[in-house]
């Protein structure tokens, strides 16, 4: 086993991502952000323009690299719930509430969470390029699609740190393979809890007892999932060929069977039977995590995205292969058995953490296909 070195302390960095203060408006007015230490105010025409001198509606070469980053980031059954619109100054990430999953998804938490970990990529690759992103959550109530405005701030230059969560976007991929005995080290595992807290959020680290609970949660929810009216044409909707297509999960991620039904891993295949996957042995003590959050609202769960997706390219980062598992949070009874109200505790991601072989990547669609009407890549 080799964990990468880059970075002593790769979940401490500052995104540099200040949100606004104040209620949200239907027209906002100048961005004032606010940091830690003081005010930062900040024009949306200030410094370069995120188009590069391009003809209207296209896309300059800045804009395309953090466009690229961003639609990387992972999203329920790969449905990449997402669009984009371009002003000049930045990027507003908007929600495509046609790509919900009605069935396990009915609320919008988890496209929500997905859209959040697109942010998160975006702001890392804004970084990574040399520009401050400055970050505004759900600014406007008239327009509840828009999920996020990333601004361009100042010009700054990227620490080692940044460089190595920028080079960790395309290398995380969903792993569904057994993975190792071996342990996670302890420091990681605190980089990757210190991760979560950074965007916000709450990881906590199974002890034996809370970890058998909760895959025995998962494995029951995907039980009543299976017989709840209209999972299994949603799982196929999102599973099945044509091949080439550009979203939902490949057969080549589904992973093997599980042969002694260890860790409950969502059976992708479940409605292609004659699909050959083979079984085997997983890890008989996995080691499973939980993120929370301390309310459960929208904003809440692009929080959680965030957070997700920052403790995912920290885990990439040193070697560490992630499984998301939600199908326990996907029934709303058990989930509640998750769920500590008077703690201020609202799970939002179950996640399996481990050493095995690399995954491979699932497919992305275009840029012409995520950007809003009238803008071009």
């Not at 690299?65 to 100054?89: D, I, T």
């Not at 975006?122 to 992103?133: D, N, Q």
């Not at 109530?141 to 230059?157: I, S, Y």
């Not at 939002?348 to 009407?373: D, F, K, N, T």
């Amino acid at each position: 086993m080799t964990v990468n070195t880059v970075a002593p302390v790769v979940a401490g960095v500052d995104l540099a991502a200040w949100e606004a203060d104040g209620r949200p408006a239907c027209r906002p007015g100048p961005l004032n952000q606010r940091q830690k230490g003081g005010m930062v105010t900040m024009s949306e025409h200030n410094g370069r323009s995120i188009v590069e001198d391009r003809s209207p509606g296209r896309v300059g070469g800045l804009t395309r690299a953090c466009l690229e980053a961003a639609v990387l980031a992972p999203s329920v059954h790969n449905s990449q719930p997402w669009r984009f619109r371009l002003r000049p100054a930045g990027i507003d990430v908007l929600a495509d509430r046609s790509r919900r999953l009605a069935v396990v998804d009915p609320g919008g938490r988890e496209l929500l969470i997905s859209v959040g970990a697109a942010v998160l990529n975006l702001r890392v690759a804004i970084l990574g390029h040399g520009r401050v992103p400055i970050l505004r959550v759900l600014p406007d109530q008239c327009e509840p699609d828009l999920v996020a405005r990333v601004t361009l701030g100042p010009v700054t230059a990227p620490d080692p740190t940044v460089r190595a969560l920028l080079a960790a976007i395309p290398r995380r991929h969903t792993n569904r393979r057994p993975f190792t005995a071996a342990a996670v080290p302890a420091s990681v595992m605190d980089e990757l809890v210190a991760a979560a807290a950074a965007e916000g959020a709450a990881l906590a680290i199974a002890d034996p007892i809370g970890r058998d609970a909760i895959l025995g949660l998962a494995a029951t929810a995907e039980d009543w999932q299976r017989t709840e009216a209209g999972y299994r044409d949603e799982l196929t909707a999102w599973t099945a060929p044509p091949y080439g297509r550009s979203d939902g999960v490949p057969a080549h991620a589904f992973g093997p069977h599980d042969r002694y039904e260890s860790v409950p891993v969502r059976d992708f295949g479940l409605t292609q039977p004659g699909l050959h996957r083979g079984d085997a042995t997983f890890e008989a003590h996995p080691t499973v995590l939980v993120l929370r959050t301390a309310a459960d609202g929208p904003r809440d769960w692009v929080r959680a995205g965030q957070a997700m997706q920052r403790v995912l390219l920290t885990a990439t980062v040193r070697g560490v292969a992630t499984t998301p598992m939600t199908q326990a949070l996907e029934v709303p009874e058990i989930r509640g058995l998750l769920t500590d109200p008077a703690r201020h505790r609202y799970p939002q991601l179950i996640l399996r953490v481990g050493y095995g072989r690399p995954a491979v990547a699932s497919p992305r669609r275009a840029l012409a296909e995520v950007l809003v009407p009238g803008q071009q890549p």
